[in-house]
């Protein structure tokens, strides 16, 4: 087992001649809460996205949980969590169908979906709105879903 989550070497992206992320190197120990801080622009949404294997970086290299983001992004992608700034489930869907949806679509066996859905509808207090659909959440109920999808397939490292 890798002793790093996350571990970059000289990480960069340029974006034409704009460097929006300039020689990161990290490491982050497993079990760790870690954050990016800084003002506008400074990459750090960059960075999550190169880590996320949304972007391809420039130059550099980086692992999540001893996997590399380049070449083994896919393997990555399945051991990740990620939960956008902005709203991305869908709905029109219920909170239960949002949650079934993202089990279904990170291959969560169908022997474990219920008990992970009931858990994760406990943990972010939605249990009795599961029929409500997406749409008609409030701002604060829908970050809780979103979060509940985003731990649906129980990920090793999770991005916020």
């Not at 391809?56 to 590399?68: E, H, K, Q």
């Not at 291959?107 to 009931?118: F, H, K, N």
């Not at 809780?144 to 397939?153: E, G, N, P, S, V």
């Amino acid at each position: 087992m890798p002793d790093y989550a996350i571990e970059t070497n000289g990480l960069s992206k340029l974006f034409g001649e704009t460097l929006a992320v300039d020689s990161l190197d990290l490491r982050v120990p497993r079990g760790q809460i870690y954050g990016l801080v800084g003002p506008d622009g400074a990459g750090k949404t960059t960075a999550i996205r190169m880590l996320s294997g949304i972007y391809a970086p420039t130059s550099g290299d980086a692992t999540i949980v001893g996997l590399n983001v380049i070449t083994q992004s896919e393997k990555v992608k399945a051991r990740i969590g990620y939960m956008s700034q902005k709203f991305t489930l869908y709905g029109d869907l219920s909170v239960r169908e949002n949650l079934n949806f993202f089990a279904e679509m990170h291959g969560v066996p169908l022997t474990e979906r219920d008990a992970r859905a009931v858990r994760l509808l406990e943990f972010s207090r939605l249990t009795e709105h599961q029929t409500r659909r997406a749409e008609n959440l409030s701002g604060g109920m829908k970050q809780k879903l979103a979060l509940a999808c985003t731990l649906i397939h129980t990920p090793e490292v999770l991005f916020l």
